[in-house]
Protein backbone atom coordinates (compact mmCIF):
# COMPACT_ATOMS: atom_id res chain seq x y z
CA UNK A 1 0.00 0.00 0.00
CA UNK A 2 2.52 2.59 1.23
CA UNK A 3 4.66 1.28 -2.13
CA UNK A 4 1.21 2.61 -4.26
CA UNK A 5 0.81 5.81 -2.70
CA UNK A 6 4.51 6.49 -3.39
CA UNK A 7 3.96 5.81 -6.98
CA UNK A 8 1.26 8.16 -7.37
CA UNK A 9 3.22 10.87 -6.06
CA UNK A 10 6.04 10.16 -8.03
CA UNK A 11 3.71 9.98 -11.05
CA UNK A 12 2.36 13.27 -10.25
CA UNK A 13 5.39 15.02 -9.90
CA UNK A 14 6.36 13.47 -13.45
CA UNK A 15 3.34 14.24 -14.92
CA UNK A 16 2.73 18.20 -13.63
CA UNK A 17 6.66 18.53 -15.08
CA UNK A 18 5.20 17.29 -18.52
CA UNK A 19 2.40 20.06 -18.22
CA UNK A 20 4.44 22.45 -17.21
CA UNK A 21 6.56 21.79 -19.98
CA UNK A 22 4.15 21.71 -22.68
CA UNK A 23 2.68 24.48 -20.99
CA UNK A 24 5.65 26.46 -21.54
CA UNK A 25 5.43 25.36 -25.13
CA UNK A 26 2.32 26.56 -24.97
CA UNK A 27 2.80 30.37 -23.74
CA UNK A 28 6.42 30.91 -25.30
CA UNK A 29 4.66 32.90 -28.21
CA UNK A 30 2.47 34.59 -26.28
CA UNK A 31 4.96 35.77 -23.64
CA UNK A 32 7.17 36.61 -26.38
CA UNK A 33 4.74 38.72 -28.68
CA UNK A 34 4.19 40.40 -25.40
CA UNK A 35 7.96 40.93 -25.04
CA UNK A 36 8.59 41.97 -28.41
CA UNK A 37 5.74 45.15 -28.00
CA UNK A 38 8.35 46.75 -24.87
CA UNK A 39 11.27 46.19 -26.94
CA UNK A 40 13.39 49.07 -28.93
CA UNK A 41 13.69 48.54 -32.37
CA UNK A 42 17.24 46.87 -32.31
CA UNK A 43 16.17 44.57 -29.92
CA UNK A 44 13.42 43.26 -32.16
CA UNK A 45 16.09 42.51 -35.13
CA UNK A 46 18.76 40.54 -32.56
CA UNK A 47 20.04 37.68 -33.73
CA UNK A 48 19.45 34.66 -31.97
CA UNK A 49 15.91 36.56 -30.50
CA UNK A 50 15.71 37.00 -27.43
CA UNK A 51 12.35 36.59 -25.20
CA UNK A 52 12.27 39.27 -22.99
CA UNK A 53 13.17 42.73 -23.45
CA UNK A 54 16.48 43.83 -22.08
CA UNK A 55 15.70 47.66 -21.96
CA UNK A 56 11.59 47.82 -21.81
CA UNK A 57 10.46 50.47 -23.33
CA UNK A 58 6.77 52.04 -24.26
CA UNK A 59 8.25 53.42 -27.46
CA UNK A 60 6.67 51.20 -29.91
CA UNK A 61 3.23 51.92 -28.15
CA UNK A 62 3.83 55.61 -28.52
CA UNK A 63 5.06 55.07 -31.80
CA UNK A 64 1.37 53.40 -32.65
CA UNK A 65 -0.42 56.35 -30.62
CA UNK A 66 0.98 59.00 -32.62
CA UNK A 67 0.52 57.11 -36.00
CA UNK A 68 -2.95 56.63 -34.67
CA UNK A 69 -3.58 60.35 -34.21
CA UNK A 70 -2.18 61.31 -38.05
CA UNK A 71 -4.71 59.37 -39.41
CA UNK A 72 -7.50 60.68 -41.43
CA UNK A 73 -10.41 59.63 -39.43
CA UNK A 74 -9.76 59.35 -35.88
CA UNK A 75 -9.10 56.36 -33.85
CA UNK A 76 -11.77 56.35 -31.64
CA UNK A 77 -14.01 55.58 -34.97
CA UNK A 78 -12.05 52.42 -35.76
CA UNK A 79 -12.72 51.00 -32.35
CA UNK A 80 -16.15 51.92 -32.20
CA UNK A 81 -16.30 49.95 -35.98
CA UNK A 82 -14.46 47.15 -34.22
CA UNK A 83 -16.29 46.73 -31.69
CA UNK A 84 -19.92 47.44 -33.11
CA UNK A 85 -19.44 44.88 -35.39
CA UNK A 86 -18.22 42.30 -33.07
CA UNK A 87 -20.96 43.11 -30.62
CA UNK A 88 -23.53 43.19 -33.31
CA UNK A 89 -22.59 39.88 -34.91
CA UNK A 90 -21.53 37.80 -31.83
CA UNK A 91 -25.40 39.20 -30.40
CA UNK A 92 -27.04 38.08 -33.39
CA UNK A 93 -25.53 35.06 -34.51
CA UNK A 94 -26.25 33.47 -31.07
CA UNK A 95 -29.68 34.13 -31.42
CA UNK A 96 -29.95 32.58 -34.94
CA UNK A 97 -27.53 29.53 -34.69
CA UNK A 98 -29.48 28.76 -30.86
CA UNK A 99 -33.03 28.99 -33.12
CA UNK A 100 -31.49 26.74 -35.50
CA UNK A 101 -29.77 23.90 -33.68
CA UNK A 102 -33.58 23.43 -31.36
CA UNK A 103 -35.26 22.12 -34.05
CA UNK A 104 -32.14 20.09 -36.34
CA UNK A 105 -31.06 18.76 -32.96
CA UNK A 106 -34.63 17.56 -31.18
CA UNK A 107 -37.54 17.65 -34.16
CA UNK A 108 -37.74 15.38 -36.42
CA UNK A 109 -38.75 16.33 -40.41
CA UNK A 110 -37.83 15.60 -43.35
CA UNK A 111 -34.95 16.92 -44.87
CA UNK A 112 -33.40 17.60 -41.66
CA UNK A 113 -30.68 14.90 -42.40
CA UNK A 114 -29.98 17.04 -45.43
CA UNK A 115 -29.41 20.24 -43.81
CA UNK A 116 -26.58 18.20 -41.32
CA UNK A 117 -24.90 16.98 -43.69
CA UNK A 118 -24.58 20.76 -45.93
CA UNK A 119 -23.45 21.82 -42.13
CA UNK A 120 -20.75 19.17 -42.24
CA UNK A 121 -19.57 20.11 -45.40
CA UNK A 122 -19.46 23.90 -44.79
CA UNK A 123 -17.22 23.29 -42.39
CA UNK A 124 -14.54 21.91 -44.54
CA UNK A 125 -15.27 25.30 -47.08
CA UNK A 126 -13.63 28.80 -46.50
CA UNK A 127 -14.27 31.83 -47.27
CA UNK A 128 -11.79 31.66 -50.04
CA UNK A 129 -13.85 29.48 -52.38
CA UNK A 130 -17.51 31.55 -51.29
CA UNK A 131 -15.68 35.20 -50.93
CA UNK A 132 -16.06 36.29 -54.84
CA UNK A 133 -19.09 35.48 -55.02
CA UNK A 134 -20.56 36.56 -51.86
CA UNK A 135 -19.19 39.89 -52.71
CA UNK A 136 -20.99 39.53 -56.38
CA UNK A 137 -24.50 39.03 -54.40
CA UNK A 138 -23.92 41.88 -52.20
CA UNK A 139 -23.14 44.13 -54.73
CA UNK A 140 -26.11 42.94 -56.40
CA UNK A 141 -28.71 44.24 -53.51
CA UNK A 142 -26.52 47.72 -53.11
CA UNK A 143 -24.54 46.51 -49.69
CA UNK A 144 -21.40 47.03 -50.68
CA UNK A 145 -19.79 49.31 -48.28
CA UNK A 146 -21.99 48.93 -45.56
CA UNK A 147 -22.10 47.61 -42.12
CA UNK A 148 -24.32 44.86 -42.80
CA UNK A 149 -21.48 43.07 -45.57
CA UNK A 150 -19.24 43.10 -43.03
CA UNK A 151 -21.56 41.48 -40.30
CA UNK A 152 -23.83 39.69 -42.49
CA UNK A 153 -22.06 37.00 -44.16
CA UNK A 154 -20.78 35.91 -40.60
CA UNK A 155 -24.23 35.17 -39.65
CA UNK A 156 -24.06 31.99 -41.65
CA UNK A 157 -21.14 30.22 -40.24
CA UNK A 158 -21.82 27.15 -39.63
CA UNK A 159 -19.45 26.00 -36.61
CA UNK A 160 -21.71 27.46 -33.64
CA UNK A 161 -24.86 25.83 -35.22
CA UNK A 162 -23.11 22.92 -35.09
CA UNK A 163 -21.93 22.77 -31.47
CA UNK A 164 -24.87 23.58 -30.30
CA UNK A 165 -26.60 20.54 -32.39
CA UNK A 166 -23.77 18.47 -30.85
CA UNK A 167 -24.55 19.66 -27.01
CA UNK A 168 -28.39 19.75 -27.45
CA UNK A 169 -28.62 15.85 -28.69
CA UNK A 170 -26.87 15.42 -25.34
CA UNK A 171 -30.02 17.00 -23.15
CA UNK A 172 -32.89 14.61 -22.32
CA UNK A 173 -35.76 14.58 -24.46
CA UNK A 174 -37.65 14.03 -21.27
CA UNK A 175 -36.80 17.46 -19.88
CA UNK A 176 -38.27 18.89 -23.12
CA UNK A 177 -41.26 16.53 -22.97
CA UNK A 178 -42.36 17.60 -19.47
CA UNK A 179 -42.45 20.84 -20.97
CA UNK A 180 -44.67 20.07 -23.81
CA UNK A 181 -47.19 17.58 -21.42
CA UNK A 182 -47.78 21.41 -19.94
CA UNK A 183 -49.00 22.62 -23.03
CA UNK A 184 -46.30 24.98 -23.61
CA UNK A 185 -45.89 26.26 -26.55
CA UNK A 186 -42.38 25.46 -28.95
CA UNK A 187 -40.87 29.14 -28.13
CA UNK A 188 -41.66 28.60 -24.82
CA UNK A 189 -40.04 25.70 -24.36
CA UNK A 190 -37.18 26.79 -26.10
CA UNK A 191 -36.96 29.99 -24.23
CA UNK A 192 -37.33 28.21 -21.00
CA UNK A 193 -36.38 24.76 -21.31
CA UNK A 194 -33.20 24.67 -23.93
CA UNK A 195 -31.71 27.98 -23.78
CA UNK A 196 -31.16 27.95 -19.80
CA UNK A 197 -29.63 24.15 -20.46
CA UNK A 198 -27.39 25.20 -23.05
CA UNK A 199 -25.72 28.16 -21.66
CA UNK A 200 -22.51 26.72 -21.30
CA UNK A 201 -22.16 25.80 -24.93
CA UNK A 202 -23.28 29.62 -25.64
CA UNK A 203 -20.51 30.99 -24.08
CA UNK A 204 -18.25 28.55 -26.14
CA UNK A 205 -20.05 29.34 -29.17
CA UNK A 206 -19.35 32.78 -27.85
CA UNK A 207 -16.02 33.05 -27.55
CA UNK A 208 -15.37 31.77 -31.32
CA UNK A 209 -17.47 34.07 -32.59
CA UNK A 210 -16.31 37.23 -31.19
CA UNK A 211 -12.75 36.09 -31.41
CA UNK A 212 -13.96 35.64 -35.30
CA UNK A 213 -15.63 38.71 -35.49
CA UNK A 214 -12.59 40.85 -34.03
CA UNK A 215 -10.40 39.67 -36.23
CA UNK A 216 -12.59 40.16 -39.05
CA UNK A 217 -10.55 42.57 -41.84
CA UNK A 218 -12.81 43.01 -44.50
CA UNK A 219 -10.78 44.48 -46.79
CA UNK A 220 -13.27 43.85 -50.24
CA UNK A 221 -16.17 44.65 -48.93
CA UNK A 222 -15.55 48.37 -47.46
CA UNK A 223 -13.87 50.96 -48.92
CA UNK A 224 -14.92 54.02 -46.81
CA UNK A 225 -12.01 54.96 -44.31
CA UNK A 226 -14.80 55.55 -41.54
CA UNK A 227 -16.31 52.02 -41.86
CA UNK A 228 -12.83 50.43 -41.48
CA UNK A 229 -12.26 47.97 -38.55
CA UNK A 230 -9.49 47.79 -36.06
CA UNK A 231 -7.79 44.96 -37.68
CA UNK A 232 -7.59 46.52 -41.20
CA UNK A 233 -5.80 49.93 -39.80
CA UNK A 234 -3.61 48.19 -37.34
CA UNK A 235 -1.97 45.99 -40.17
CA UNK A 236 -2.03 48.49 -42.41
CA UNK A 237 0.35 50.85 -40.27
CA UNK A 238 1.63 47.79 -39.16
CA UNK A 239 3.28 46.29 -42.37
CA UNK A 240 4.48 49.47 -43.76
CA UNK A 241 8.51 48.11 -43.94
CA UNK A 242 10.83 46.82 -40.81
CA UNK A 243 10.96 50.46 -38.92
CA UNK A 244 7.55 49.43 -38.21
CA UNK A 245 8.32 46.16 -36.67
CA UNK A 246 8.28 47.68 -33.16
CA UNK A 247 4.94 49.25 -34.20
CA UNK A 248 3.40 45.41 -35.44
CA UNK A 249 4.51 44.15 -32.17
CA UNK A 250 2.61 46.53 -30.35
CA UNK A 251 -0.36 46.38 -32.05
CA UNK A 252 -0.63 42.60 -32.31
CA UNK A 253 -0.31 43.10 -28.02
CA UNK A 254 -3.30 45.61 -28.43
CA UNK A 255 -5.33 43.32 -30.92
CA UNK A 256 -4.85 40.14 -28.74
CA UNK A 257 -5.87 41.65 -25.72
CA UNK A 258 -10.08 41.80 -26.14
CA UNK A 259 -10.32 38.02 -27.25
CA UNK A 260 -8.34 37.19 -24.31
CA UNK A 261 -10.35 39.51 -22.12
CA UNK A 262 -13.78 37.69 -23.30
CA UNK A 263 -11.80 34.14 -23.06
CA UNK A 264 -11.39 34.86 -19.20
CA UNK A 265 -14.60 36.01 -18.19
CA UNK A 266 -16.70 33.64 -19.69
CA UNK A 267 -13.58 30.65 -19.36
CA UNK A 268 -15.29 29.38 -16.06
CA UNK A 269 -18.65 29.15 -18.21
CA UNK A 270 -16.58 27.17 -21.48
CA UNK A 271 -14.84 24.78 -18.28
CA UNK A 272 -18.43 23.84 -17.32
CA UNK A 273 -19.33 23.23 -21.01
CA UNK A 274 -16.84 21.28 -20.63
CA UNK A 275 -18.06 19.00 -17.78
CA UNK A 276 -21.31 19.28 -18.67
CA UNK A 277 -21.46 18.09 -22.66
CA UNK A 278 -20.41 14.40 -21.45
CA UNK A 279 -23.20 14.07 -18.81
CA UNK A 280 -25.82 12.31 -20.83
CA UNK A 281 -28.76 11.42 -18.39
CA UNK B 1 -59.83 9.34 -34.17
CA UNK B 2 -59.85 12.72 -33.36
CA UNK B 3 -57.07 11.94 -31.33
CA UNK B 4 -54.99 11.33 -33.33
CA UNK B 5 -56.00 14.09 -36.01
CA UNK B 6 -55.04 16.51 -33.05
CA UNK B 7 -51.70 15.14 -32.65
CA UNK B 8 -51.52 15.07 -36.03
CA UNK B 9 -51.56 18.54 -36.25
CA UNK B 10 -49.68 19.21 -32.91
CA UNK B 11 -46.89 17.60 -34.67
CA UNK B 12 -47.28 19.68 -37.64
CA UNK B 13 -46.86 23.04 -35.27
CA UNK B 14 -44.16 21.87 -34.36
CA UNK B 15 -42.36 21.22 -37.38
CA UNK B 16 -44.10 24.23 -38.68
CA UNK B 17 -42.01 25.75 -35.17
CA UNK B 18 -39.07 24.47 -36.57
CA UNK B 19 -38.89 25.96 -39.59
CA UNK B 20 -39.30 29.33 -38.46
CA UNK B 21 -36.81 29.10 -36.29
CA UNK B 22 -34.29 27.81 -38.43
CA UNK B 23 -35.54 30.57 -41.15
CA UNK B 24 -33.35 33.58 -40.29
CA UNK B 25 -30.36 30.54 -40.39
CA UNK B 26 -31.35 29.03 -43.68
CA UNK B 27 -31.30 32.07 -45.24
CA UNK B 28 -28.14 33.40 -44.23
CA UNK B 29 -26.82 29.47 -45.20
CA UNK B 30 -28.32 29.81 -48.91
CA UNK B 31 -27.34 33.31 -50.03
CA UNK B 32 -23.67 33.13 -48.29
CA UNK B 33 -22.79 29.47 -48.83
CA UNK B 34 -25.20 27.63 -50.83
CA UNK B 35 -25.52 30.25 -53.90
CA UNK B 36 -21.74 30.94 -53.99
CA UNK B 37 -20.73 26.92 -53.64
CA UNK B 38 -22.83 26.04 -56.64
CA UNK B 39 -21.46 29.49 -58.56
CA UNK B 40 -17.89 28.29 -57.73
CA UNK B 41 -19.18 24.83 -59.25
CA UNK B 42 -20.22 26.76 -62.16
CA UNK B 43 -17.25 28.53 -62.88
CA UNK B 44 -15.24 25.65 -62.61
CA UNK B 45 -16.33 24.98 -65.86
CA UNK B 46 -15.62 28.13 -67.33
CA UNK B 47 -13.70 30.75 -68.58
CA UNK B 48 -14.45 33.51 -66.43
CA UNK B 49 -13.38 37.09 -67.04
CA UNK B 50 -13.68 40.24 -65.40
CA UNK B 51 -15.94 43.00 -67.70
CA UNK B 52 -15.77 46.65 -67.37
CA UNK B 53 -19.42 47.44 -68.72
CA UNK B 54 -21.54 45.30 -66.31
CA UNK B 55 -21.03 44.74 -62.79
CA UNK B 56 -20.12 40.75 -61.86
CA UNK B 57 -18.42 38.22 -63.99
CA UNK B 58 -18.46 36.95 -67.56
CA UNK B 59 -18.30 33.20 -67.88
CA UNK B 60 -18.20 30.81 -70.69
CA UNK B 61 -18.65 27.34 -70.04
CA UNK B 62 -15.56 25.57 -71.57
CA UNK B 63 -16.06 22.19 -70.09
CA UNK B 64 -13.40 20.35 -68.45
CA UNK B 65 -10.37 22.21 -69.35
CA UNK B 66 -9.70 24.21 -65.85
CA UNK B 67 -9.84 20.45 -64.36
CA UNK B 68 -7.77 18.94 -67.00
CA UNK B 69 -5.25 21.73 -67.35
CA UNK B 70 -4.64 21.28 -63.38
CA UNK B 71 -4.48 17.55 -63.48
CA UNK B 72 -2.83 17.34 -66.53
CA UNK B 73 -0.30 20.33 -66.96
CA UNK B 74 -0.40 22.32 -63.87
CA UNK B 75 3.08 21.09 -61.76
CA UNK B 76 2.26 22.47 -58.88
CA UNK B 77 -1.03 21.77 -58.06
CA UNK B 78 -1.14 17.52 -57.79
CA UNK B 79 2.32 17.64 -55.78
CA UNK B 80 1.17 19.87 -53.32
CA UNK B 81 -1.95 18.22 -52.35
CA UNK B 82 -0.03 15.03 -52.34
CA UNK B 83 2.48 16.77 -49.99
CA UNK B 84 -0.50 17.74 -47.72
CA UNK B 85 -1.83 14.21 -47.86
CA UNK B 86 1.47 12.73 -46.98
CA UNK B 87 1.85 15.64 -44.05
CA UNK B 88 -1.94 14.10 -42.42
CA UNK B 89 0.27 10.77 -41.71
CA UNK B 90 1.98 12.09 -39.20
CA UNK B 91 0.49 15.41 -37.96
CA UNK B 92 -3.18 13.58 -37.58
CA UNK B 93 -1.13 11.00 -35.00
CA UNK B 94 0.54 13.53 -33.29
CA UNK B 95 -2.27 15.58 -32.76
CA UNK B 96 -4.21 12.84 -31.75
CA UNK B 97 -1.95 11.57 -29.46
CA UNK B 98 -0.94 14.63 -27.92
CA UNK B 99 -4.37 15.94 -27.39
CA UNK B 100 -5.39 12.65 -25.60
CA UNK B 101 -2.41 12.68 -23.16
CA UNK B 102 -3.01 16.53 -22.53
CA UNK B 103 -6.96 16.00 -21.88
CA UNK B 104 -5.82 13.12 -19.59
CA UNK B 105 -3.45 15.26 -17.62
CA UNK B 106 -5.96 18.05 -17.81
CA UNK B 107 -8.56 15.94 -16.53
CA UNK B 108 -6.72 14.81 -13.26
CA UNK B 109 -7.57 16.81 -10.27
CA UNK B 110 -4.61 19.69 -8.90
CA UNK B 111 -4.81 22.83 -8.12
CA UNK B 112 -4.03 25.30 -10.89
CA UNK B 113 -5.91 22.82 -13.16
CA UNK B 114 -8.20 26.22 -14.50
CA UNK B 115 -4.97 28.17 -15.40
CA UNK B 116 -3.37 25.56 -17.32
CA UNK B 117 -6.47 24.31 -19.15
CA UNK B 118 -6.59 28.27 -20.22
CA UNK B 119 -2.80 27.61 -21.22
CA UNK B 120 -3.64 25.23 -23.79
CA UNK B 121 -6.38 26.68 -24.86
CA UNK B 122 -5.36 29.92 -25.70
CA UNK B 123 -3.61 29.42 -28.94
CA UNK B 124 -6.82 28.32 -30.14
CA UNK B 125 -7.68 32.25 -29.42
CA UNK B 126 -4.82 33.55 -30.69
CA UNK B 127 -3.29 31.61 -33.63
CA UNK B 128 -6.45 32.18 -35.92
CA UNK B 129 -6.49 36.07 -37.01
CA UNK B 130 -4.52 39.30 -37.52
CA UNK B 131 -2.47 38.99 -34.34
CA UNK B 132 -0.59 35.87 -35.46
CA UNK B 133 -0.41 37.71 -39.28
CA UNK B 134 1.00 40.78 -37.60
CA UNK B 135 3.39 38.82 -35.23
CA UNK B 136 4.56 35.92 -37.91
CA UNK B 137 4.97 38.93 -40.96
CA UNK B 138 7.17 41.20 -38.76
CA UNK B 139 8.16 40.44 -35.30
CA UNK B 140 9.02 36.85 -35.19
CA UNK B 141 10.28 35.83 -38.09
CA UNK B 142 11.78 39.13 -40.04
CA UNK B 143 9.99 37.81 -43.36
CA UNK B 144 11.84 34.87 -43.78
CA UNK B 145 9.95 31.52 -42.03
CA UNK B 146 6.26 32.02 -41.41
CA UNK B 147 6.03 29.51 -38.43
CA UNK B 148 5.86 29.86 -35.04
CA UNK B 149 8.34 27.32 -34.58
CA UNK B 150 11.18 29.09 -36.13
CA UNK B 151 11.77 30.43 -32.36
CA UNK B 152 12.64 27.12 -31.30
CA UNK B 153 14.74 26.69 -34.73
CA UNK B 154 17.21 29.82 -34.85
CA UNK B 155 17.37 29.55 -31.12
CA UNK B 156 19.73 28.52 -28.67
CA UNK B 157 18.59 24.85 -28.86
CA UNK B 158 20.73 24.50 -31.97
CA UNK B 159 23.22 26.28 -31.07
CA UNK B 160 24.17 24.16 -27.51
CA UNK B 161 23.13 20.59 -29.66
CA UNK B 162 26.14 21.78 -31.89
CA UNK B 163 28.48 22.98 -29.43
CA UNK B 164 27.93 19.76 -27.96
CA UNK B 165 29.06 18.70 -31.21
CA UNK B 166 26.72 16.99 -32.79
CA UNK B 167 27.04 16.95 -36.61
CA UNK B 168 25.19 19.04 -38.15
CA UNK B 169 22.83 16.84 -40.23
CA UNK B 170 21.32 15.35 -36.85
CA UNK B 171 21.25 18.94 -35.32
CA UNK B 172 18.77 20.05 -38.41
CA UNK B 173 16.37 17.12 -38.18
CA UNK B 174 16.24 17.56 -34.29
CA UNK B 175 14.85 20.81 -34.49
CA UNK B 176 12.96 20.56 -37.48
CA UNK B 177 10.91 17.56 -35.15
CA UNK B 178 11.04 19.93 -32.24
CA UNK B 179 9.88 22.67 -34.81
CA UNK B 180 7.07 20.42 -36.17
CA UNK B 181 5.91 18.81 -32.67
CA UNK B 182 5.66 23.07 -31.63
CA UNK B 183 3.35 23.70 -34.33
CA UNK B 184 1.43 20.65 -34.06
CA UNK B 185 0.71 20.94 -30.04
CA UNK B 186 -0.16 24.60 -30.50
CA UNK B 187 -3.01 23.12 -33.24
CA UNK B 188 -3.89 20.67 -30.56
CA UNK B 189 -6.57 23.23 -28.62
CA UNK B 190 -9.60 21.96 -29.74
CA UNK B 191 -8.88 18.38 -29.68
CA UNK B 192 -7.77 19.15 -26.39
CA UNK B 193 -11.37 20.56 -25.19
CA UNK B 194 -13.23 17.97 -26.74
CA UNK B 195 -11.42 15.04 -24.74
CA UNK B 196 -11.32 16.68 -21.36
CA UNK B 197 -15.31 16.66 -22.03
CA UNK B 198 -15.14 13.12 -23.07
CA UNK B 199 -13.61 12.28 -19.62
CA UNK B 200 -15.12 14.53 -17.76
CA UNK B 201 -18.40 12.06 -18.77
CA UNK B 202 -16.72 9.34 -17.70
CA UNK B 203 -18.82 7.81 -14.31
CA UNK B 204 -15.92 7.60 -11.69
CA UNK B 205 -17.69 4.71 -9.91
CA UNK B 206 -16.43 2.35 -13.21
CA UNK B 207 -12.45 3.36 -12.57
CA UNK B 208 -13.71 2.40 -8.50
CA UNK B 209 -14.79 -0.97 -9.46
CA UNK B 210 -12.64 -1.55 -11.86
CA UNK B 211 -9.60 -0.75 -8.86
CA UNK B 212 -11.53 -2.77 -6.44
CA UNK B 213 -11.38 -5.66 -9.26
CA UNK B 214 -8.15 -5.52 -9.30
CA UNK B 215 -7.01 -3.67 -12.12
CA UNK B 216 -4.33 -1.25 -12.12
CA UNK B 217 -3.68 1.82 -13.92
CA UNK B 218 -2.79 0.30 -17.55
CA UNK B 219 -5.97 -2.06 -17.74
CA UNK B 220 -8.53 0.82 -16.49
CA UNK B 221 -6.84 2.77 -19.27
CA UNK B 222 -7.45 0.35 -21.77
CA UNK B 223 -10.42 -1.12 -20.99
CA UNK B 224 -12.35 2.04 -19.34
CA UNK B 225 -10.96 5.48 -20.90
CA UNK B 226 -10.06 3.74 -24.43
CA UNK B 227 -13.55 2.57 -25.10
CA UNK B 228 -15.02 5.79 -23.95
CA UNK B 229 -13.01 8.22 -25.93
CA UNK B 230 -12.35 6.10 -29.36
CA UNK B 231 -15.98 8.21 -30.75
CA UNK B 232 -14.65 11.41 -29.64
CA UNK B 233 -11.14 10.14 -31.46
CA UNK B 234 -12.76 10.33 -34.48
CA UNK B 235 -14.76 13.17 -34.33
CA UNK B 236 -10.74 14.49 -33.13
CA UNK B 237 -9.06 12.87 -36.54
CA UNK B 238 -11.94 14.25 -38.71
CA UNK B 239 -11.60 17.72 -37.11
CA UNK B 240 -7.80 17.83 -37.71
CA UNK B 241 -7.60 16.68 -41.22
CA UNK B 242 -10.35 19.28 -42.17
CA UNK B 243 -7.77 21.59 -40.18
CA UNK B 244 -4.78 21.05 -41.68
CA UNK B 245 -6.05 21.36 -44.69
CA UNK B 246 -8.10 24.78 -44.78
CA UNK B 247 -5.44 26.52 -43.09
CA UNK B 248 -4.71 29.44 -44.83
CA UNK B 249 -0.88 28.86 -44.40
CA UNK B 250 -1.17 25.53 -45.74
CA UNK B 251 0.52 25.26 -49.83
CA UNK B 252 -2.14 24.33 -51.21
CA UNK B 253 -4.35 26.99 -49.77
CA UNK B 254 -1.99 29.77 -50.66
CA UNK B 255 -1.92 28.54 -54.23
CA UNK B 256 -5.37 29.02 -54.17
CA UNK B 257 -5.99 32.29 -52.35
CA UNK B 258 -3.43 33.95 -54.89
CA UNK B 259 -5.44 32.45 -58.11
CA UNK B 260 -8.84 33.62 -56.61
CA UNK B 261 -7.07 37.42 -55.82
CA UNK B 262 -5.18 37.45 -59.37
CA UNK B 263 -9.37 36.26 -60.21
CA UNK B 264 -8.49 33.15 -62.35
CA UNK B 265 -12.14 32.22 -61.03
CA UNK B 266 -11.80 29.49 -63.56
CA UNK B 267 -8.71 27.82 -62.53
CA UNK B 268 -9.44 28.75 -58.72
CA UNK B 269 -12.38 27.35 -58.12
CA UNK B 270 -11.96 24.01 -60.36
CA UNK B 271 -8.70 23.60 -58.04
CA UNK B 272 -10.88 24.16 -54.45
CA UNK B 273 -13.21 21.39 -56.02
CA UNK B 274 -10.38 18.87 -56.54
CA UNK B 275 -9.02 20.03 -53.37
CA UNK B 276 -12.27 19.10 -51.43
CA UNK B 277 -13.10 16.25 -53.29
CA UNK B 278 -10.08 15.23 -52.23
CA UNK B 279 -10.43 16.17 -48.38
CA UNK B 280 -14.06 14.37 -48.39
CA UNK B 281 -12.57 11.26 -49.96
CA UNK B 282 -10.28 11.11 -47.35
CA UNK B 283 -12.62 11.86 -44.82
CA UNK B 284 -15.00 9.46 -46.02
CA UNK B 285 -11.79 7.09 -45.77
CA UNK B 286 -11.15 7.42 -42.87
CA UNK B 287 -14.96 6.32 -41.64
CA UNK B 288 -14.60 3.79 -43.47
CA UNK B 289 -12.11 2.22 -41.63
CA UNK B 290 -12.57 3.70 -38.16
CA UNK B 291 -16.51 3.84 -37.60
CA UNK B 292 -17.61 1.05 -37.32
CA UNK B 293 -15.02 -0.33 -35.05
CA UNK B 294 -15.14 2.89 -32.63
CA UNK B 295 -19.34 2.94 -32.56
CA UNK B 296 -18.86 -1.43 -31.61
CA UNK B 297 -16.66 0.06 -28.66
CA UNK B 298 -18.43 2.43 -27.21
Known sequence: MAKKINHSILGTVILGLVLLLFGTFMALPMIYAVGSAFKPLEEIFLFPPRLLPQNPTFGNFK?????????????????????FVSLASTGLYLVIATLAAYPLAKHSFPGKNWIREIITIALMFTASVTGVVQYLLMSMVGMINTYASVILPSLANTMGVFLCIQYLSTLPDSMLEAGKVDG???????????????????????????????????????????????????????????SRAGVGSA????????????????????????AHSGIKE | MTGRLKKMSVERNRVRAGWLFMLPWLIGLVSFFIVPLLSSLRYSFSDVSISPESIGLQTKFVGLFNYEFILLRDAVFLRSVTDAVLDLLYSVPVVLVFSIFIGLLLNQKFRGRAFMRAVFFLPVIIASGVVMKIIQSDVFTQNTVSEASSLFQTGAIEE?????????????????????????????GIQILLFISTLQGVPPSWYEAASIEGANAWDSF??????????????????????SFTDVSNPV???????????????????????????????????????RRVFHNA
Open chain 1, 251 to 274: AALVMMLPPIIVFIISQSKVMETM
Open chain 2, 222 to 243: WKITFPAISPTSLLVVVYTVID
Open chain 1, 184 to 242: AGEFRIFARLVLPNIRPVLFTVLIFQFQAAWNMAPGGVVYSEELKTLPLVLSQIATAGI
Open chain 2, 160 to 188: MMTRAGLPQSIVSVITAVTGGVFDLSWKS
Open chain 2, 253 to 291: MMNMLERFSSFYYGFASASAMLYFLAVMLIIGLIFLVFS
Open chain 1, 63 to 83: QMQDLLSNLWVPFERYLFNSI
